[in-house]
């Protein structure tokens, strides 16, 4: 007997919406059964729909799907959206005024009062906040891809000592555009310094994923950051050089071993996506690096490395996240994995 939950994807024939798909195929607790897109994909075949980019064939069971209409008329109550700012707004928004679970990679609503934007190994106490929401649905939020690399990497260094400031320049994969992204003649031989809205969302959003949930909603972090983004020429990878000034005075032994030492309570429900170890710290001088460590725990696992005092701020180091597994489709697979073990799915299978 299958006990697995429907699960539908919107946005499925996008880059990220195919690495839902893939992640889905064979999942233990997920049954991937519906999937949505645009007007010009509705009512083709699935692998007629889509210009598949993943290194893996579709997955054979979801070949033959025929892809939906984004509206909430579908049967799976817990839907997976992989759809472009563009649209995702109103569209999201809507499933969860039907009684949908929407738990999103798009930038919409990651600020609304009533909706979590969740990291589960950072602030799983945060997902209270959809019991205040009437109407029986709800949107659940994914950080953006460089905020989840660095809030994992400062939340055990935040609770331990303290933060005062962080300074950030990333080096960002050309595949957080999307499929076809950027032309070649402007990638190859190039650094682009800068990706639309980027700056803003590194500079809040660790402060609302860092704060404390109190009194049905969330005390932002108190803590300034500033960051530069830039597209480098490496296909998938989020590369971030960090500066950081803390409160109190604290060694480099002891911050590596918060790193080292830090797991919380996906690893401890050994979560399906969860990986064994989410920081994992490298002594080696030229570590970590994107073609090497991306890949690190199934792509779930932040790679941090060249912890060193700082002589501007405190220390300075090096963060590595994989931006389409963990930084998008494997994170929000794992926040729904966290609310099915909390009891936040029960009723809707």
Known sequence: MNNKISV????ATGSVGQKFVELLADHPWFELTEVAASDKSVGKKYSEAVNWVMLSPIPEKIKDLVVRKCEPDLKSKLVFSALDASVAGEIETEFA?????VISNARNHRFDDDVPLIIPEVNSDHLEMIKKRSGGGAIITNPNCSTIGLALALKP???NFGIEAVNVVTMQAISGAGYPGISSMDIIDNVIPFISGEEEKIETEPLKLLGKHENS???????KISAQCNRV???????????IKLKKKVSADEIIDTWKNYSTLPQKLNLP????????YFCEEKYPQPKL?????????????RLRECSLFDYKFVILSHNTIRGAAGGTILISELMKSQGYLDGIL
């Open 8 to 11: 539908a994807v919107l946005g």
């Open 97 to 101: 005024n039907k009684g949908y679970y």
């Open 157 to 159: 260094i935040h609770d």
């Open 217 to 223: 909603k969330i005390n932002f972090a108190n803590f």
């Open 233 to 243: 020429a490496v296909i998938d990878g989020h590369t971030e050089c960090v500066q």
């Open 273 to 280: 996506s969860a990986p064994e170890h989410p920081i994992i």
């Open 293 to 305: 460590h991306r890949n690190i725990g199934k792509g779930m696992a932040v790679a941090i490395g």
